[in-house]
């Protein structure tokens, strides 16, 4: 059974990523660490990791998506075994804003310019804490109709580790 280790930028996001993962692929078994956005911490999970794929999810929160992923591919590299261990096992999931835009684009509703996590803060009360609720009500399908680029990396990398 091949595996995957998920590094999040928090807990709830670890449960959310987790339950995503699952959905998609029930064959692999998955794992998650937390670690602020910039923290050296995240390449030590990684070199550490004997998992068949890394996941790093990271939120852009509106900057340059290709900027976010080449700044944390440095924090991975500097702790990574290998450039070919990087290479082989990496996969960064860079989000436009954060992981609620998925929540956002499968309830169809429009974020306006606001953080998605502010959109669902003003409509359903919304907290952080709530993430994970929301992982089995994702419509997989509105999310690859919408082309929601960070979904369609992050199932693509379940499906095959």
């Given amino acids: 059974m091949k595996s995957i280790q998920i590094i999040s930028e928090d807990i709830y996001g670890c449960d959310f990523f987790k339950e995503v993962a699952h959905r998609i692929n029930r064959e692999v078994r998955v794992f998650c660490n937390s670690a602020q ?3 050296p911490k995240r390449g030590r999970i990684f070199a550490a990791s004997n998992a068949d794929l890394v996941i790093v999810c990271i939120d852009a929160d509106a900057r340059d998506p290709e900027g976010v992923e080449r700044e944390q591919l440095k ?26 835009e998925w929540i956002i684009a499968s309830m169809k509703l429009k974020i306006s310019g606001d953080k998605p996590s502010e959109v669902l803060r003003g409509k359903m009360g ?17 999310l690859r109709e919408m082309s929601v680029r960070s979904f369609i990396e992050f199932e693509k990398a379940v499906k095959d580790p």
Avoid: C, G, M, T
């Avoid at 919304?126 to 994702?138: Q, R, S, T, V």
């Fill in 126 to 142: 919304y907290e952080k804490k709530d993430l994970p609720k929301y992982a089995p009500h994702l419509d997989f399908n509105v």
């Fill in 75 to 100: 924090i991975i590299k500097r702790s990574a075994r290998s450039e070919q261990d990087v290479e082989k096992r990496l996969k960064i999931v860079v989000f436009s804003y954060e992981a609620e």
């Fill in 37 to 39: 956005a910039w923290s």
